[in-house]
Every structure is written in C-alpha cells, then in structure tokens.
C-alpha cells in the first residue's frame, strides 16, 4: 500500500492532508523521515506521524445498549446521537445498522461494514428482529392471526410480511418482525387500535441483547458473532 493511502486509512485525513504532514517532515517509516506519498509500503514496515506509531484500523462490529432519549444518527441538531455514547477512534466511519426511534430502548448494532449492515436491515435478507412492546390497552389473542397474516400500515399499498407475535401479559408483548418499515412496530399496534407505551429491542437474527450492557453501553462482537449475519 502506499504510504499516503496507509496514513489515510490509520488516521483519517485526506490524500491531500497525508501529503502536507509528509512535506512537513512529520511522517517517519522504519525511523527513516519519509519524503515520498508515493512510497510502496511493506506489510513489516513501521510508520509513525508525530512521533506516534500508526496502526490500521480493521473493520469493526458493536453491540449497543441503547437508552431512550439518544437518536441512530450520525448528525442531529436537536438530539444526542448514539456516537456521544461512545469513545472510539475514527468514529465518522461508524453507522448505525437501520434505527430506532428517539424513545426505543434496546439493541443496536454499529459498524464500519457496509455489506455486513447490508446483510442485516436489508429487506432481502428478512432478518428477524424480536421486540419486547408495553401497550395501552390490553392485546387479544385475534392480534396473533392477524400479525401472522400480515397488517395494512396506514399510507401503505402492500401488507406487512408474517410477524409473530407472543402475549406475554395483557399490557405486554413480544413481536418479531423481518422488516424494519418506518415506525413499524407502533403502526402495526395502531393498525389495530392500540398504541405502544413503551418498546424495548431484545433481538437482531439470532443475537440477544447482552444482559450485561447496561443502558448507554457497549462492547465488541465477538467473531462468531459477527458471522451470525454473513
Ligand atoms: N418499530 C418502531 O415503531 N420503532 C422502533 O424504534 C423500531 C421498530
């Protein structure tokens, strides 16, 4: 790789940017002051900016807590997004895989991996995603039919795919779903003339929520993880 798509890739900056911390003396390779943005790098070679050994950043996949309050965004003028939760290095390359809504609490994942986030919130995949849902007034056990059936969303032509639905008290349910139409859950409930107090995601495909994040924190997939959605 040459050297300037290396610093790049390490720190962020632009070609342009690689280029003036080397004019500027700043770039060392192997101890030796780099002159050349062209250089053909070595995979044993040691680069350093500033004295600081730079190292690339492989791709990366986070499990998030998420607490109500806090927007899947990467830019928000009137919320905090998911990223203030965070203390990362090149945070600009992170996305959140689909969203939830501002007051939802639960899973979601972060990633620099298009394909991999592809894999997840596109529609193609039907990856299921399980949410635990607080309700006004109590669900019947009708809802179960006609979620599995398929829903008509208000301001929609075609019906929602097959979602389960698990009534676990009267206020309180589960429902999985393979689609992450906008609001989805709570127009699902308002198609049948409920309204969700309250939503909570427990699950994405085959991944729960890990009972020891606490609201507002995270952690690394592990690799098996990680595989579970490719
Ligand atoms: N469905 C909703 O209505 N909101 C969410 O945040 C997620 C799914």
Request: charged share 30%; glycine share 6%.
């Amino acid at each position: 790789m040459r050297l300037d798509k290396f610093i790049c890739d390490c720190t962020g900056l632009t070609r342009s940017q690689a280029g003036k911390v080397i004019r500027q003396k700043l770039v060392t390779v192997n101890g030796e002051l780099a002159k050349q943005p062209a250089l053909q790098l070595k995979t044993t070679d040691k680069v350093s900016l500033d004295g600081e050994e730079l190292e690339l950043i492989g791709l990366r996949y986070i499990m998030m807590h998420k607490p109500a309050g806090y927007i899947c965004s990467t830019d928000d003028p009137d919320h905090d997004t998911v990223f203030a939760l965070m203390d990362e290095p090149l945070m600009e390359r992170l996305h959140t895989v689909g969203r939830l809504d501002l007051d939802t609490t639960g899973m979601v994942l972060i990633t620099d991996d298009g394909q991999w986030s592809h894999k997840i919130s596109s529609p193609k995949h039907h990856c299921a995603k399980t949410y635990r849902v607080w309700l006004a007034d109590p669900v019947p056990e009708s809802a179960i039919a006609q979620f599995a059936e398929g829903i008509m969303l208000r301001g929609e032509k075609d019906l929602t795919k097959p979602a389960e639905l698990v009534i676990v008290e009267p206020h309180q349910a589960l429902l999985t779903i393979s689609e992450g139409r906008y609001h989805q859950v709570k127009r699902m409930f308002a198609a049948i003339g409920n309204k969700v107090e309250k939503l909570h995601r427990e699950q994405i495909g085959a991944l729960p929520l890990d009972p020891d994040l606490e609201e507002g924190e995270y952690r690394y997939l592990t690799d098996e993880e990680v595989a579970l959605f490719r």
